[in-house]
């Protein structure tokens, strides 16, 4: 058994060990001098303490070597020594006393040896290569010296005596077993068997001491692999399962015994280096260890005549003598890792001090974005959805942050914010509810809207307060024929959550008479699976894909297929991002139904929206009256 926690069990068992065999010998030698045998005892006892003091300084040596495997295997070997060593000198003095009859001291030299065989199997139980051949030593001796007694007692005695090494033995072997099992069960994941998280972080502790006290440096990375969940959700669990083996094998191999490997959970795993000496040193070994790793990861794997392509996200932090919280140096590894994952995936980042600064104003925002409800400044806009006679016939809900210090917050950056801290759903909830109004407010005025788009991000969808959130707000604000006009526009992230429970929930909202429509349509990986199975009445082309229409074929070829997807599932369409003629005459000619961008309007004010829609409202009644007096003086006439 290599583990770690094994050592640091028998790093406290030396310490224990040096001060029985003190005290005891102290005990003893004491008792002989009392008794005018001093001079043996005083050598045995001066054996003891020079034994005690090695001891003593492989007790210290603990905290430097525990980080480096070599040298930890060196030190064990080195205790294993110390203890054959002291428990011998007990047996020596056995041998030496126990045919020593005056003052009964001979009795005294049996009980210590058989207290020393008890002492031993319990301190001794983590390892067999100890407690057997230590209890050995200390049992033989005494068998041979009560058969040498000669008398029928003598052989009662061998024979309890022999009754007791199978006892201890039995006994320790029971404590090895179960001890053996909960070191297991403790520091390994059970699926790949490298080390888990909480070994990583004791690991961690132990490395950032050793920094400090050294003068040192060291690294971590920080490994997470890109669109694990694809390999999952199309290949099955089980190919997952060995994919994640496979991984670990290749970075224990890699990292032989210089490296600590563990998995952290998921498809995340970490690797602490050993210390380096000098900076340079440390930073040059981490930028071409990393990037090794990256490539190592990246060959391909076969699994269950699977041929799987796979890229990794790495963060690197450095390490030295400065630190000393592990969580906060995990961190920041993390921090590193995020910020190849935002930038497209597939590399490898440093933790520096812009990263860190980017991260203290997300920080400020988070916490900025905590009062934002309370301060009123958060306001909701209205951008037009036009048909393709350029009448308004709905609008999608856009919030915005307005903060006196940090001015106008884009809501890509504080609805992100807002869904890592879990404000989204007060946010979410104050959305609904101010949309509500709104709609409210112009079905009293009688603007006639056919439909008013919320964006509903997935974290809200799934919280458990969502459906009966809605139906409290539709009691309170929206005649049922109101209600049909609502829809939520969601977005692909859907993808990567549990998505029959994505379905049930969906329905349940839909049973309110909610319509679904998937935003930023063509972005993402919308699989013709996905489109067929979630429960959507509208696709919301992107922008993206909006903005080069009419540059190349292609985009013909998409958008064609798009309808055709829309036509074979019964589904609206409505193009966003709309900014020239020539776009908006493209997407007519495919018969799109609603149109929304700026060629038509930008996201409007409350009070702006209205006004348009009043002018509308206008203009068709005049229309309207003008068709009437056609009408009537044909009629005169
Ligand atoms: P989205 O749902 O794709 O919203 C459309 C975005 O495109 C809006 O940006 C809108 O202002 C912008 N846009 C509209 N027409 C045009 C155009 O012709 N050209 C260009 N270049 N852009 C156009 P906005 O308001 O900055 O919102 C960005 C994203 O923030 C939204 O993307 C949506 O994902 C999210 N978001 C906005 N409001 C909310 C909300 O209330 N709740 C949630 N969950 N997300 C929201
Ligand atoms: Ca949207
Ligand atoms: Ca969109």
Known sequence: MNEHKFYYFLHIQILLLIVWSLLTGLGYTILCYVFDMAPFTLIWFGAIIAVSAWGWELYRQFKYVTINKKKLKKWYQYVQLFIYSIFGLWTVLFILYSDITEHNLNQVTVLIQVTASILAATFLFSDKKLFIPVLLILIYPLVVYFINLDETKGYFLAFFTLALLGFLLYASNNGYKLIQQIFHQAQQDSLTGLYNRRHFMENLDQLLKTLKESKKFSFILLIDLDHFKNINDTLGHDVGDKLLCEISNRLNTFCGDSKHVARLGGDEFMITSYPYDNYDECLKSADIFSHEIGRLLKEMYVIDFNHIHISVSIGVKLLDSTLSNSIQVVKEADIAMYEVKSSGRDGVVNFNKALSSKISNTLEMERKLY??????????????????????????????????????????????????????????????????????????KEHSLEQLSINISVKQLLHESFIKRIEYLFNKYLSEKSQHKIVFEITETLLAEDIHNVISIMKKVKNLGIQFSLDDFGTGYSSLNYVREIPIDELKIDKSFVRTLGENKSDEMMLKTIFTLADIFNLRVVAEGIETDTQFEILKAHNCNLFQGYYFDKPLKKDDFEIKLFKQKVKKVKIEMGKKKILNKKHIG
């Open 371 to 444: 009062f934002a409800l309370e301060h009123d400044e958060i306001e909701l806009y209205y951008q037009p959805q036009v048909n393709k006679d350029g009448l308004i016939c709905g609008c999608e809900v856009l919030t915005r942050w307005y903060n006196p210090d940090l001015g106008m917050v884009a809501p890509l950056e504080f609805i992100k914010i807002a869904e890592k801290t879990g404000l989204i759903i007060d946010l979410g909830n104050y959305i609904l509810e101010e949309s509500f109004k709104s709609l409210q407010t112009w079905e009293k």
